[in-house]
T-cell receptor, first 116, second 112 residues
């Protein structure tokens, strides 16, 4: 049983470009949350997707958008990249959205995005 | 808003006990959490404590919760070099983890 997978592992982009990160949830999970972890910081919640809709959002600008597909996989898109977007982007999956406790959420290994 | 604070760095000798501390400003969460992150890796759930408990022990790990002082600690007994990592406490607030706040992390260095 595969856990949460993310691709790519590493990515280097130039300021102003756009990037798409991908996440496949753990088998049986239907909810995907995205986090940004800047260097030396704890993860910060970006948003959560359930039933192909964004349910909750953290304090991130509209440049950050996402999508969830019918197979529950998800994409995180970031437009007009800034140097400050350089971070580890973590995806986490769980079952049934907001009602589940945190310990039923599983994290992927992350995508390291570097913006130059 | 919610604020979760941790000391940035802790250095201990192999075999000693490590104590990592965390304070939070507001919590109505049912659980509070400790995560471990090794270099280049994602987050690994280490342990958690139910909010009506004062202490939870899980093998070498002991979690202490002082709700009055809003203080959470993680004690690692007989610390090993493999315990070297960054440790994050996390407070999901109302229980919906879309609102989870992570601390800034404590880097634990274990000296052989």
């Amino acid at each position: 049983d595969a856990g949460v997978t993310q691709s790519p592992t590493h990515l280097i982009k130039t300021r102003g470009q756009q990037v798409t990160l991908r996440c496949s949830p753990k088998s049986g999970h239907d909810t995907v949350s995205w986090y940004q972890q800047a260097l030396g910081q704890g993860p910060q919640f970006i948003f959560q997707y359930y039933e192909e809709e964004e349910r909750q959002r953290g304090n991130f600008p509209d440049r950050f958008s996402g999508h969830q597909f019918p197979n529950y996989s998800s994409e995180l898109n970031v437009n007009a990249l800034l140097l400050g977007d350089s971070a580890l982007y973590l995806c986490a999956s769980s079952l049934e959205g907001t009602s589940r406790p945190l310990h039923e959420q599983y994290f992927g290994p992350g995508t390291r995005l570097t913006v130059t | 808003g919610e604020d979760v604070e941790q000391s940035l760095f802790l250095s201990v000798r192999e075999g000693d006990s490590s104590v990592i501390n965390c304070t939070y400003t507001d919590s109505s969460s049912t659980y509070l959490y400790w995560y471990k992150q090794e270099p280049g890796a994602g987050l690994q759930l280490l342990t958690y404590i139910f909010s009506n408990m004062d202490m939870k022990q899980d093998q070498r790990l002991t979690v202490l919760l002082n709700k009055k002082d809003k203080h959470l600690s993680l004690r690692i007994a007989d610390t090993q070099t493999g315990d070297s990592a960054i440790y994050f406490c996390a407070d999901p607030n109302s229980g919906g983890y879309q609102k989870v706040t992570f601390g800034t992390g404590t880097k634990l260095q274990v000296i052989p």
